[in-house]
C-alpha cells in the first residue's frame, strides 16, 4: 500500500476514523498496531512475521539487559539483539548479493561454482524498521533509556505505519513518550497534517514521476545514444526526481502521522542548498544520517582520535551507509564518493579553515553551487544499473557531445526545475517550511493549496513505488 492510491486514501480514512472512536487509549493503541500489520500486510502478508520476530527479540533483550548484572548477560543480549535483526537483513537484502560475490572470489581461482540460486525477495523497509527496532536495544544498553512499560506502545513504536516502510527512521525515546497521553489530532494538527500530505503526493506524483522521472529512465537506458546535454540532463533530473520521491515520501508520513497526534521528526531540509558535504548530511535523510553518526561513527571513535582515524571512521561510515542503501557495489561507490568529499572538505577546513564570510551572498553560493554539482555527479552511481551505464553517463558528461536522446521540452523542464530547486534550497536553508507557509498570507496559502489538488487530480500518475522502498 503506497501514499500516491486511492486504496490509502480508504485506508487512512478508516483510521482517522478509528481514531476518533470513543474507546480506551490502550485500545485505540492495539488498534493502530493491527491497522500498521495491516498497512504492511498489503506488500506480502508473510513478512509481517519479520516484524513480530524484531519486535519479540528487542523488546525480550531490551528488558533483559536492563535487569541482568554481570555485564557478560548485558552483552549476550545486545549482540542477541543485533545478530538477530542484521541477520534478518543480511539474508534477505545481502544473500544473494553475497553468493554472487562468493562464486566472483571462487572464480578468480578458476573454481567453478554454480549452487542453485535461492529464491530471496527483499522485504519491503527492512532496512528502515531494523535500524529503527534496534536502536531500542541499544540505548537500553549504553543507559541512555530504561526499558518501555508496555509491549502495546513498543510494538506501535516498530510498526506505526506512516514511517514503517521508508522512514523517518524514529528513536524510542523520542517516540515512546508520546504513548503515554491519548492522542487525537487537533483542528489545527489536522489542518496541518493535510497540508502536509497534499504538499507529499505532489512531489511525488506530479514533480517526480510526471516531469522528471520519464527523462531520468529516457536517459539511463539509452545511455549509448547519449550526448553531453543529455547526460547532465539525465542526471540533473534523477537528482531532482529522487528528492521529490524520497522528501514526498517523508512529507506524507510527517502529515500522516500529525493527523493522529503525532509528531515525527523532519527527515529533510532543503539539501540542495548545503554549503559543503557536512551540511548536505545534516540535511538530507537526517534520521539515517544521524543514525549512523551515533551508532556507528561515534562508537568508532568519531574525531576523538585524530586526523587518520577520523578519515578512516568517516570513510567506513559512508561505505556502510552507501551499502545499507542497496546490494550493490554501485551503492558502495556512491557511499565511498560521499565519505572522500567529507575527508577533502574536512581536511581542507583543518589546513585553510572555513570558507570566509567576507562576501555573504557570494561565496555562500559558490560554495553551495559546488556542492550541489558534486552531488549531482554521485547521483550517477545511485541511478545506473550497473558500472558500465554509469561510467557511460559520467564520460558523456564531461565530453561535448551531441544529444541525441531528449527532446527540447524535456531540456527547458528539466533546466527549470533543477534552477528552482538549487535556488529555492539556498534561500530556504536557514528556515523551515513551517515558517514559509506560516509567513505566506492565507490567501496564497489557499490557492496553492487548491492548485496542487488540482493538478494532484488530472494527473493520471503511472503507480511507481517510492524509490526508498528498495532499500
Known amino acids: 500500500m503506497v501514499f500516491n492510491s486511492l486504496t490509502f486514501l480508504l485506508f487512512f480514512g478508516l483510521v482517522l476514523v478509528f481514531s476518533r472512536l470513543r474507546i480506551s487509549w490502550t485500545g485505540k493503541k492495539m488498534g493502530l498496531v493491527c491497522f500498521s500489520y495491516l498497512f ?252 549512523l553518526r551515533d551508532y556507528l561513527y561515534i562508537p568508532l571513535g568519531g574525531n576523538r582520535i585524530g586526523s587518520v582515524r577520523t578519515y578512516g571512521n568517516l570513510m567506513l561510515t559512508m561505505l556502510i551507509g552507501g551499502l545499507w542503501h542497496g546490494a550493490s557495489w554501485r551503492f558502495v561507490v556512491w557511499g565511498g564518493l560521499h565519505g572522500a568529499f567529507l575527508v577533502m572538505e574536512r581536511f581542507m577546513k583543518r589546513k585553510w579553515g572555513p570558507v570566509s564570510s567576507g562576501h555573504r551572498i557570494l561565496m555562500p553560493f559558490i560554495l553551495a553551487l559546488t556542492t550541489y554539482l558534486l552531488i549531482v555527479v554521485t547521483w550517477v552511481f545511485f541511478r545506473a544499473q550497473n558500472f558500465s551505464e554509469a561510467f557511460v553517463v559520467l564520460y558523456q558528461m564531461f565530453h561535448f557531445n551531441a544529444s541525441g536522446v531528449l527532446g527540447q521540452g524535456d531540456i527547458v523542464t528539466v533546466a527549470a526545475v533543477s534552477v528552482c530547486l538549487f535556488g529555492f534550497h539556498f534561500a530556504m536553508r536557514n528556515r523551515s517550511y513551517e515558517d514559509l507557509v506560516s509567513g505566506t498570507p492565507v490567501g496564497i496559502r489557499a490557492f496553492g493549496l487548491a492548485l496542487m489538488l488540482i493538478i494532484l487530480s488530472l494527473t493520471p500518475g503511472d503507480d511507481r513505488a517510492f524509490i526508498y522502498f528498495q532499500f
Not at 528488558?63 to 542484521?86: C, D, E, H, K, P
Not at 528528492?243 to 497526534?261: N, P, Q, R
Open 40 to 291: 504492511y500486510a498489503a506488500w506480502n502478508p508473510p513478512f509481517v512475521i519479520l516484524l513480530w520476530i524484531s519486535t519479540l527479540i528487542d523488546w525480550i533483550a531490551g528488558n533483559r539487559i536492563w535487569t541482568s548484572r554481570g555485564s557478560f548477560q548485558r552483552r549476550f543480549y545486545l549482540i542477541l539483539s543485533l545478530a538477530v535483526n542484521l541477520g534478518l537483513l543480511g539474508f534477505f537484502k545481502y544473500g544473494n548479493f553475497l553468493l554472487d560475490n562468493f562464486i566472483a572470489a571462487l572464480s578468480w581461482f578458476n573454481i567453478a561454482y554454480h549452487p542453485l540460486r535461492p529464491d530471496i525477495v527483499l522485504p519491503v523497509g527492512i532496512s528502515f524498521y531494523t535500524f529503527q527496532s534496534m536502536s531500542y536495544t541499544i540505548d537500553i544498553y549504553r543507559g541512555r533509556m530504561k526499558p518501555w512499560d508496555s509491549s502495546v506502545d513498543f510494538a506501535l513504536y516498530v510498526t506505526f505505519f506512516p514511517q514503517l516502510v521508508a522512514g523517518p527512521i524514529v528513536r524510542a525515546v523520542d517516540f515512546l513518550p508520546q504513548c503515554v497521553v491519548p492522542k487525537t489530532g487537533s483542528a489545527r494538527q489536522m489542518l496541518w497534517g493535510g497540508i502536509l500530505l497534499v504538499t507529499g503526493l505532489f512531489e511525488k506524483v506530479f514533480l517526480a514521476d510526471t516531469l522528471l522521472a520519464p527523462v531520468s529512465d529516457a536517459v539511463f537506458t539509452n545511455t549509448g545514444q547519449t550526448g553531453f546535454v543529455d547526460a547532465w540532463m539525465g542526471t540533473l533530473a534523477f537528482s531532482a526526481q529522487i528528492f521529490f520521491d524520497f522528501a514526498g515520501y517523508s512529507t506524507c508520513a510527517v502529515g500522516a502521522a500529525l493527523c493522529l497526534g503525532f509528531i515525527l521528526p523532519d527527515n529533510f531540509r532543503f539539501p540542495y542548498g548545503a554549503l559543503g558535504f557536512s551540511d548536505f548530511w545534516q540535511r538530507w535523510h537526517i534520521s539515517l544520517s544521524s543514525w
